[in-house]
């Protein structure tokens, strides 16, 4: 599954004042964006890219009508940072492409899972990248989430044990899916830079429109003519894509993200149901075991993040005189 615009997740964000409140609203957003993973999965034959634009044009349409509704329109569209902007959403659509064609090949919960090593691989390029210090139990638990990945992939990635398995299908899906993962990270590191001038309502109304626009450039490698029931699909998509985003920014004003973050992990269970139920597909005993340690291990960079939070936060009042 492609992976929620994370980047956007404390817009109009305020104190934290009704966890539970914020924890419903969490796990309301995971419904949508499974629900818009398995539109996107049912429209198989369609192209990636289309499937790029589709998700990101009508997504827009709940996110501006909730800014106009809110009186914030116009901050969607300030920026001091036209490029920065062009830049994340290069990073993004190519993170977003991939990752919609690991669904065409991959099992729904498999897509799903791989895509849960983005947190991981931002705490690795933050620290080779950005000379961000991470301690012994991050890097520890950045490796045990990493083997987790490995579990998962190996079974389609079987040319290292001396199969063929690299050129079918699920193989490069595999593939697919871990670089939709590592671009996914380096999307959000970019999205790191512009929250220090850039409001994020800009930097979701312009990575949805530059995503849009980028998109477009695949028209001549291959776009099709979507069936009634593909528009359809490819729509709700879109609209499940924009209103799951405004949920999941909801729930931030209620609780802080240590609080609300582990809940992604509901996808899993959901997309295992809805794999099984809908496209047939049989959770391996090996997706199963390398989901658990990589949602484990970001579970536990995450409460790690919020402690070393509360840290530089006490170490800063101390200081205050």
Same mark, same amino acid.
């Given at each position: 599954?492609?992976?929620?615009?994370?980047?956007?997740?404390?817009?109009?964000?305020?104190?934290?004042?009704?966890?539970?409140?914020?924890?419903?609203?969490? &796990?309301? @957003?995971?419904?949508?964006?499974?629900?818009m993973a398995t539109m996107l999965k049912a429209t198989e034959t369609i192209p990636s890219g289309e499937m790029v634009f589709f998700r990101s044009f009508f997504a827009l349409l709940p996110v501006l009508g909730y800014l106009a509704w809110k009186g914030?329109?116009?901050?969607?569209?300030?920026?001091?940072?036209?490029?920065?902007?062009?830049?994340?959403? !290069?990073?993004?659509?190519? @993170?977003?492409?991939?990752?919609?064609?690991?669904?065409?090949?991959?099992?729904?919960?498999?897509?799903t899972a791989i895509t849960y090593a983005t947190p991981l691989l931002i705490v690795i390029f933050s620290a080779v990248l950005l000379n961000e210090r991470v301690h012994f139990f991050r890097w520890t638990a950045v490796v045990v989430g990493l083997v987790g990945v490995v579990i998962i992939l190996w079974p389609r990635l079987t040319v290292f044990s001396g199969g063929e398995a690299l050129g079918n299908a699920e193989a490069v899906g595999a593939l697919a899916a871990l670089?939709?993962?590592?671009?996914?990270?380096?999307?959000?590191?970019?999205?790191?830079? !512009?929250?220090h001038t850039e409001r994020t309502e800009a930097i979701?109304?312009?990575f949805f429109i530059s995503a849009s626009v980028l998109s477009l450039l695949t028209l001549p490698f291959g776009w099709v003519w979507?069936?009634?029931?593909?528009?359809?699909?490819?729509?709700?998509?879109?609209f499940?894509?924009?209103?799951?985003?405004?949920?999941?920014? =909801? =729930?931030?004003?209620?609780?802080?993200? @240590?609080?609300?973050?582990?809940?992604?992990? &509901?996808?899993?269970?959901?997309?295992?149901? !809805?794999?099984?139920?809908?496209?047939?597909?049989?959770?391996?005993?090996?997706?199963?075991?390398g989901?658990?340690?990589?949602?484990?291990?970001?579970?536990? &960079?995450?409460?790690r993040e919020h402690r070393l939070g509360l840290d530089r936060v006490r170490a800063k009042e101390a200081n205050t005189p």
């Open positions: 599954m492609s992976a929620p615009d994370s980047t956007s997740t404390q817009v109009f964000a305020a104190s934290a004042a009704s966890p539970m409140r914020g924890i419903m609203l969490k &796990v309301v @957003s995971v419904f949508f964006f499974v629900g914030r329109l116009a901050n969607a569209f300030a920026t001091k940072r036209p490029l920065g902007h062009i830049l994340r959403g !290069l990073v993004g659509v190519a @993170s977003m492409s991939l990752g919609f064609f690991a669904l065409t090949r991959l099992p729904l919960p498999e897509a670089l939709a993962a590592v671009l996914s990270a380096f999307a959000m590191m970019a999205v790191r830079n !512009l929250v979701v109304t312009y979507p069936t009634p029931q593909q528009a359809a699909l490819l729509v709700g998509a879109g499940f894509g924009g209103i799951g985003q405004l949920l999941m920014t =909801s =729930s931030y004003r209620h609780a802080d993200m @240590s609080v609300i973050a582990p809940f992604e992990y &509901v996808s899993l269970i959901l997309t295992i149901i !809805l794999g099984y139920f809908i496209f047939s597909d049989v959770p391996t005993l090996t997706m199963i075991l989901a658990i340690i990589i949602v484990g291990s970001g579970i536990a &960079v995450i409460l």
